[in-house]
């Protein structure tokens, strides 16, 4: 619907210019390295939408529509996210008055996550525009990260020496999950990107960038971002081979080192602080000892909550349901999402949904593997990265207006790009 209605009212001139693919690069740009810097949910979803717009009615459509309508990996995502959408529809009459927020923010994450798609969908038939996205969030995340560790062990008072680190940028202190995993994300791909012969960034200070970021990440004391770093970090080598990999894969190894061993040597350098020492000395036994933070009990409230394997519960109202059961337990904080995107899928989908979700993710694996045959392991390290820190953590992968906010950065991003690109239409990876 949006194609047609937006090529009625854009002029053929205006579509033939350059403006929409500039437009669509700076909502796609400012949107993906928004997650490290925009403040609050609204500006950074309405930077999407404000700017989106306009790059949806300043462009030709017709030519996409034609690729997506004989594209099995356009036509898996529209499956998935029209039975998601669906499934959670058809119990919209049947639900209490109160639910209607939920209703309006899942409709409108669902509108968001298609247009964000699109957009990435245009903007991947560019490699150019691809490498101006990854230096930008890159580079934005490094900054993010610098001055959050500044500020947090440094500067400003009521914060302890060891304690978790934060992106001070988002909420005004970003949950430590969410922070490492972008940081993480945002690490890889410089990584991946470091090696280009025209690079805008020197050497040395696209290197310093990375390892800051990996060193944030591991900060964060995220073990899903370390996870996500490990795989991605594994993929890379893998596909790059020890010559071309082992400088991203040692500083790597080099910052997580660091991290487990250095808390009695920093100590000094921050006397006005104090600690647990636990905190402090032994970041392996504190990352041991928060276990599965309440995860299991919320997996088995998820799992009771379904009433039917194959269909799911829907992703609308249903939280109640499942939170019930952890009301019940008074050794656990009430969650606001099951933190596990692939066990909210099935969860919300059922069989069905986790199967349609199997086809999408099988098919952009496949397409991120072509492309790293190619030349080009950036996408496939950054689909197992999302695939892993995802694992463990997310709320939903059908809607940009979750809690966390950043399954379209880690998963949606990597995948979208990887079907554009690697599809057997498509360009080669270096054109």
């Not at 404000?50 to 499956?79: M, N, Y």
């Not at 009459?93 to 939920?102: G, I, K, N, R, T």
């Not at 009433?307 to 829907?314: H, I, P, S």
């Not at 199967?355 to 689909?383: F, H, N, P, S």
């Amino acid at each position: 619907m949006a194609p047609a209605f937006t090529n009625g009212f854009a002029t053929p001139g205006l579509r033939r210019s350059l403006t929409g693919a500039w437009a669509g690069q700076i909502a796609v740009i400012g949107f993906v390295a928004g997650h490290s810097l925009l403040p609050n949910v609204w500006l950074h979803l309405g930077w999407l939408l404000i700017a989106g717009l306009p790059a949806l009615a300043w462009t030709d459509w017709t030519p996409c529509l034609r690729r997506w309508q004989a594209d099995a990996g356009a036509l898996s995502v529209i499956a998935f996210l029209l039975w998601m959408t669906l499934r959670s529809s058809i119990q919209i009459p049947f639900m209490p008055s109160q639910a209607l927020d939920e209703i309006l923010r899942g409709v409108a994450g669902v509108g968001l996550l298609v247009m964000f798609c699109t957009l990435v969908w245009q903007q991947a038939q560019s490699r150019e525009a691809l490498q101006a996205m990854g230096w930008v969030t890159g580079l934005t995340s490094a900054f993010a990260a610098l001055i959050s560790i500044v500020l947090c062990y440094f500067v400003l008072p009521n914060h302890r020496a060891g304690e978790r680190l934060t992106n001070l940028f988002v909420h005004g202190g970003l949950n430590p999950v969410c922070s490492g995993l972008i940081f993480g994300f945002s690490a890889l791909w410089l990584a991946a990107l470091v090696e280009n012969r025209s690079n805008p960034v020197p050497g040395r200070i696209a290197w310093a960038a990375i390892t800051l970021l990996h060193f944030a990440a591991f900060l964060s004391g995220s073990r899903g971002a370390m996870l996500a770093l490990a795989c991605g970090h594994a993929v890379l080598l893998s596909a790059r081979g020890w010559r071309r990999g082992r400088t991203a894969a040692c500083v790597f190894l080099m910052t997580g080192t660091i991290y487990f061993t250095s808390g009695p040597l920093l100590m000094p350098t921050i006397p006005w602080r104090t600690a647990p020492a636990a905190e402090t000395t032994h970041a392996f036994e504190s990352a041991v000892k928060r276990g599965d933070n309440g995860r299991l009990d919320i997996y088995r409230a998820g799992w009771h909550a379904m009433d039917n394997l194959w269909l799911g519960t829907g992703q609308w109202g249903a939280r109640e349901v499942w939170q019930c059961e952890l009301q019940a337990k008074n050794d656990i904080s009430m969650m606001s999402h099951l933190h596990s995107a692939s066990f909210a899928t099935f969860v919300h989908g059922g069989i069905i949904g986790a199967a349609l979700l199997l086809v999408v993710l099988g098919c952009g694996i496949k397409r991120a593997c072509r492309l790293a045959v190619q030349g080009d392991a950036t996408w496939i390290a950054l689909l197992v990265f999302g695939c892993s820190g995802l694992l463990f953590d997310g709320e939903s992968l059908t809607s940009l207006a979750t809690t966390p906010r950043f399954e379209g950065l880690l998963f949606w991003l990597p995948l979208t790009i990887a079907l554009t690109r690697g599809s057997a239409t498509a360009p080669r990876s270096g054109s």
